[in-house]
């Protein structure tokens, strides 16, 4: 039987330190498996939507979490009031209990 592994994460706050990491975790997620799922042009505007300037934003106003594991920023989320907008992980941590909140 195959062991699933666990990962221990801690979700911090993200600070503008953290923007690059962020924004290429969510642009490569969209690439990766998005596109299995939607067309080109929906991936465009996933993309668009999730602009450098979009993301910037949202951390600025402290809406922005990060799960970091070992150091590495390998999920994210944004927080809009009540609203659970922007959940992202790395492809290779997905299935791995990374945007669990408990």
Do not use: C, W
């Amino acid at each position: 039987m195959v062991q699933k592994q666990t990962f221990k994460q801690k979700v911090i706050k993200a600070d503008m330190n953290m923007f690059f990491d962020i924004y290429e975790l969510v642009h490569m997620t969209i690439k990766d498996i998005y596109k299995k799922y939607y067309s080109d042009e929906a991936v465009k505007f996933f993309l668009k939507l999730h602009s450098k300037e979009n993301i910037s934003a949202d951390i600025s106003k402290g809406k922005v979490y990060v799960a970091v594991h070992e150091h590495d920023v390998v999920g994210t989320g944004t927080l809009d009031g009540d609203r659970i907008k922007r959940l992202f992980v790395l492809p290779q941590f997905q299935g791995q209990g990374i945007s669990r909140l408990t």
